[in-house]
């Protein structure tokens, strides 16, 4: 078990009924913004999801007191000479949104976010079982899904990734596959049973797409309980795996958050307390970052993402920051989040530069 616990006692470890590895839905279940639930203890999945979903229109929404800060914080980075962040420069968040419930506003251990061409963030509420739709200024758009196994449900989502052509791929974890829809979420595929063989998953954490030189697209999936990262062709063809358990070269324990810059794999390998360079082939690079507290040390990296500079931006879980190293030569850079990030899960930048992370113990998201 890894020594981070968040809930993952509470994934059953059923397996979901195989079917066909593609399946579809032209009609995913929906959730309500007003959906309440028991209290349970913290990270474990609620029970009794709402069961429609409403997609919030603009003029019912009400001002919100974000949205000045988060334009201003455009702005300022705009008018950078270099039109790059200055991370040195951050001393702690522009503002915050979201508290621990099911309701519209809230989260239930926000785990995985990545942002769309639009500047919306994409989240992943975990323990309730959904994914929601805010505006970088905090504003609820939409929330889709509810607790279950059919196509378009979810079962613990852990991470999302945004593809250049506007699709989003969810990693859902405790149904230990992956479900792939459009940006309205009109329509779901889901690839993926629990299992150890090529194109099975036991809770799979992060996903990336990828360029192959000869598979062509693939999604590069961290498969956490494995301890290795999976290459799924999206053309259906079958893929492949590297990495097995261990602290060697290569080797990973409970890797989690995954990007990629340049067609390197830059892999958070939580108990192993690095980020692991490889190809997409499975050719070990590089790693950086070693157990501890000190400047450019790390403490379980949960997940890791770039800027549009190849800078490189880990989510320190065990230290309650952000850690920002240099691309290609991966220094550190700067730090940042301390004292304000409780239980950092993870982190995404948007396209004017503002960092976004989510934090399991304040059921919280931070914009800097």
């Not at 596959?177 to 309205?184: M, S």
């Not at 797409?209 to 956490?224: E, I, K, Q, R, T």
């Not at 790390?298 to 920051?321: E, I, K, S």
Request: overall charge negative; some cysteine.
């Amino acid at each position: 078990m890894p020594t981070t616990s968040h809930r993952r006692d509470s994934i059953p470890q059923s397996t979901p009924s195989p079917g066909s590895t593609f399946t579809s839905s032209a009609t995913p279940p929906m959730m309500s913004s007003s959906a309440s639930s028991a209290e349970t203890p913290a990270r474990v999945p609620r029970q009794g999801s709402a069961s429609d979903q409403t997609t919030l229109p603009r003029n019912t929404l009400s001002p919100s007191p974000s949205a000045a800060a988060a334009a201003a914080a455009a702005a300022e980075i705009a008018e950078s000479p270099t039109k790059q962040r200055d991370y040195t420069q951050i001393h702690k968040a522009r503002y915050s949104f979201g508290s621990e419930g099911s309701g519209r506003d809230q989260f239930d251990s926000p785990w995985g976010l990545a942002t769309n061409k639009a500047g919306d963030l994409i989240i992943c509420d975990s323990c309730n079982h959904r994914i929601k739709i805010h505006g970088v200024d905090g504003q609820c758009k939409q929330t889709v899904g509810v607790e279950g196994r059919k196509c378009g449900e979810f079962y613990a989502p852990d991470a999302v990734h945004v593809t250049d052509d506007e699709r989003v791929i969810i990693a859902d974890t405790g149904n230990h596959r992956l479900q792939i829809t459009d940006q309205n979420f009109s329509e779901f595929s889901t690839i993926g049973i629990r299992g150890i063989e090529i194109g099975e998953f036991h809770e799979p954490i992060g996903v990336v797409l990828v360029n192959h030189s000869v598979l062509g697209p693939c999604f590069a999936v961290a498969d956490n309980y494995n301890h290795r990262i999976q290459v799924v062709p999206c053309s259906g063809e079958t893929g492949y795996a590297f990495g097995t358990e261990g602290s060697g070269e290569g080797q990973f324990q409970y890797p989690s958050g995954i990007t990629v810059y340049h067609n390197r794999l830059l892999i958070a390998d939580e108990n192993n307390h690095c980020i692991q360079v490889m190809t997409v082939d499975g050719e070990y690079i590089t790693s950086f970052g070693s157990q501890g507290s000190a400047f450019g040390q790390l403490c379980q990296p949960h997940d890791v993402t770039t800027d549009a500079y190849g800078n490189v931006l880990v989510v320190d879980h065990g230290n309650g920051r952000v850690m920002v190293y240099a691309t290609e030569t991966y220094t550190p850079l700067a730090e940042f989040g301390k004292g304000e990030l409780d239980k950092p899960m993870g982190v995404c930048v948007t396209s004017e530069g503002l960092v976004a992370v989510s934090c399991d113990g304040s059921h919280k998201i931070f914009v800097f």
